[in-house]
């Protein structure tokens, strides 16, 4: 590879001929215009010129080095003359000045006060609250056009919906609420034993169970398989212009999207509940009939008697409000994706953050209002 050079010599009528040899490319040494910039500063020429007879190769470091170069003669005044320069350069300069730079993209990094960080994140969890809410209403609405039989969407999809978020959740459902009643009996069988009262371990995983981890981890397991997938699904359909493709339509794309997603999770939801309730139960029941000797019916009897009616409502009715959650959570973040193959990933990713952040505080607001109410 040749050494690359730059140097200059002035001519006759204030000319100053820029000389370029060798080879200019990214992966070699690139040598800079300090010098030709030192001639401009000290007499300004009237007219620049360059002469790239002596170019074996270039790449778009060139390209680079020469629209930077040009910017010092355009502020100090100097007509350039690319003639001498290779076509292919010519043009690629030529294309590069003809799109205007977007406004603030060469803005400086500068150190942000922290009064400065707080405000701008206020504002933007402002905006956010704002849009959420907003999408909420808007989701009340479709569901009110539902009732009215003025919602249009897909019967076939809706069923397959109920499908994935259903059937197709079992196995990683299964796996994780055995697990979660495994540990939960397990943790408390270590503190039970300590006191001679290992039976109460049934009460623990039970009540747990039925009231707040069926749902919980049943919701945060939604948010993480299905929550993503509607944001990808939606976030797809945003850059390949789908959605755009239903309102010329004629079709809302809340009511044909977002609703049958809300309803079919919504629905889902209870049912998967219950199931993760009993497999966490049984669970428990694994490490006590295991480890602690406590027979299967012994078990049975002693969970009996310590879940009520009321707990199994208190567990459905929060998966109900999660699945509603987590949809609504997955179907907005993929509603905002950009229009880039970077982007349905990064919609995916705030879709699972967002519905396990709305899982937990709507659970933190419902043992509030259970326990103020005496549930």
């Known amino acids: 590879m040749a050494v690359s050079g730059i140097s200059c010599e002035r001519g006759a009528d204030g000319l100053l001929l820029v000389r370029l040899t060798g080879t200019f490319r990214l992966a070699g040494h690139l040598p800079d215009f ?18 790239a007879s002596a170019v074996e190769d270039w790449d778009g470091a060139l390209v680079a080095r020469l629209l930077t170069f040009e910017e010092t003669c355009t502020a100090a005044r100097v007509e350039v003359d690319r003639a001498g320069l290779p076509e292919g350069l010519r043009r690629l300069l030529e294309l590069a000045q003809a799109v205007p730079e977007k406004e603030g993209a ?20 402002r905006d956010g609250t704002t849009v959420f809410i907003g999408f909420v209403g808007e989701a009340g609405l479709s569901v009110g056009r539902m009732v009215r039989g003025q919602a249009r969407f897909r019967r076939s999809d809706f069923f397959l919906l109920l499908e994935q978020c259903g059937g197709q959740a079992l196995p990683i459902v299964t ?48 948010a993480g398989r299905t929550g993503a997938a509607f944001a990808a699904q939606l976030g797809t359909m945003r850059v390949t212009q789908e959605i755009d493709a239903l309102e010329t339509l004629g079709l809302a794309p809340f009511d044909f999207l977002v609703l049958p997603r809300m309803l079919a999770l919504s629905l889902m939801m209870p049912l998967l509940t219950l199931y993760a309730d009993f497999v966490g139960i049984a669970g428990g029941a694994f490490v006590s009939v295991t480890m602690l000797d406590i027979g299967p019916q012994q078990y049975w009897d002693q969970t009996a008697s310590a879940i009520g009616l009321d707990d199994f409502v208190v567990g459905l009715v929060k998966s109900s409000v999660f699945g509603v959650l987590v949809a609504i959570a997955g179907c907005l973040r993929g509603s905002q994706c950009g229009n880039s193959s970077a982007a349905v990933g990064q919609a995916a990713t705030s879709a699972v953050v967002t519905g396990i952040v709305l899982v937990i505080v709507a659970d933190a607001i419902f043992t509030v209002i259970f326990n103020a109410i005496g549930v």
């Open 34 to 51: 300090e010098g030709v910039r030192r001639q401009l500063a000290s007499a300004p020429p009237r007219r620049l010129a360059y002469d």
């Open 106 to 125: 060469r803005r400086s990094a500068r150190h942000v006060p922290l009064l400065e960080r707080v405000g701008s994140a206020t504002l933007r969890l």
């Open 175 to 222: 796996l994780i609420s055995f697990l979660v009643g495994l540990i939960l009996a397990f943790v408390g069988a270590i503190q039970l034993e300590q006191f001679g009262a290992e039976i109460y371990v049934a009460n623990l995983v039970g009540i747990a169970m039925v009231r707040e981890m069926g749902a919980m981890m049943g919701a945060i397991i939604m």
